[in-house]
């Protein structure tokens, strides 16, 4: 295809809407969008330069109340912690001044959470940043149940597998479930047999890449 001085240039793509079923009008792109986010189970958010939040998905909602470093108060992103606070506010400088991401560290050394900071889209309003909580843990629970139930795991094998998705050494799991060690190693072999897995670190790493989920029964899902 040429342009009006002769020069080859690349086709328009043709954008072709979804279908949608007959007799259901689609759902407006906004509600769509909302939805889909509500299904992710990381926390994300718009706020301005005054720290006011625009959106906060449900998995952030939900987060910011279980006693994160941040919190959402009075309608404004707030850090518990003097130190967060500062660091929070210069990362929101930075991505509406220099488009700079940032990653940031907040909460107790023993409790710390990433929180990163995105620069909006030009032109977004007066939204200048977007941020996305961090994971307390590489794999949730509910995570783990999901992917035992879909390979046939027992309920002693699905406990075994939160463990081990949690770091958890099989003696260190012996312990806690007041078994033998001989008994934990069985039920490694047989949770690498139903799903294949070659290793434990295989294993582990396929269960941490997992789609993060919200449960269906959660009110952040709708």
């Given at each position: 295809?040429?342009?009006?001085?002769?020069?080859?240039?690349?086709?328009?793509?043709?954008?072709?809407?979804?279908?949608?079923?007959?007799?259901?009008?689609?759902?407006?792109?906004?509600?769509?969008?909302?939805?889909?986010?509500?299904?992710?189970?990381?926390?994300?958010?718009?706020?301005?330069?005054?720290?006011?939040?625009?959106?906060?998905?449900?998995?952030?909602?939900?987060?910011?109340?279980e006693?994160?470093?941040l919190?959402?108060?009075?309608?404004?992103?707030e850090a518990?912690?003097?130190?967060?606070?500062?660091?929070?506010?210069?990362?929101?400088?930075?991505?509406?001044?220099?488009?700079?991401?940032?990653?940031?560290?907040?909460?107790?050394?023993?409790?710390?959470?990433?929180?990163?900071v995105?620069?909006?889209?030009?032109?977004?309003?007066?939204?200048?940043?977007?941020?996305?909580?961090?994971?307390?843990?590489?794999?949730?629970?509910?995570?783990?149940?999901?992917?035992?139930?879909?390979?046939?795991?027992?309920?002693?094998?699905?406990?075994?597998?939160?463990?081990?998705?949690?770091?958890?050494?099989?003696?260190?799991?012996?312990?806690?479930?007041?078994?033998?060690?001989?008994?934990?190693?069985?039920?490694?072999?047989?949770?690498?047999?139903?799903?294949?897995?070659?290793?434990?670190?295989?294993?582990?790493?396929?269960?941490?890449?997992?789609?993060?989920?919200?449960?269906?029964?959660?009110?952040?899902?709708?």
């Open positions: 295809m040429e342009n009006l001085h002769g020069q080859e240039v690349s086709p328009a793509p043709v954008v072709v809407p979804y279908p949608s079923a007959a007799g259901n009008p689609r759902p407006p792109l906004d509600e769509c969008l909302a939805h889909m986010l509500n299904q992710i189970d990381y926390g994300m958010l718009l706020v301005d330069g005054l720290l006011q939040v625009h959106y906060a998905n449900g998995a952030a909602r939900r987060t910011l109340a006693g994160h470093p919190r959402h108060a009075g309608g404004r992103i518990r912690r003097e130190r967060d606070a500062v660091r929070l506010r210069k990362a929101i400088d930075e991505a509406a001044r220099r488009r700079l991401r940032t990653f940031l560290d907040c909460g107790e050394v023993r409790e710390r959470v990433c929180v990163a995105v620069p909006a889209p030009p032109g977004g309003r007066d939204v200048l940043a977007i941020l996305v909580l961090g994971k307390t843990a590489v794999c949730e629970d509910l995570t783990a149940q999901w992917y035992a139930r879909n390979h046939g795991l027992t309920a002693a094998e699905t406990q075994v597998l939160e463990l081990l998705s949690a770091g958890r050494k099989p003696a260190e799991i012996a312990r806690l479930n007041d078994v033998a060690i001989s008994t934990v190693r069985t039920q490694v072999f047989n949770i690498r047999a139903k799903t294949g897995a070659r290793s434990v670190g295989e294993l582990v790493r396929e269960v941490a890449t997992l789609p993060p989920l919200v449960n269906a029964l959660s009110p952040a899902a709708h």
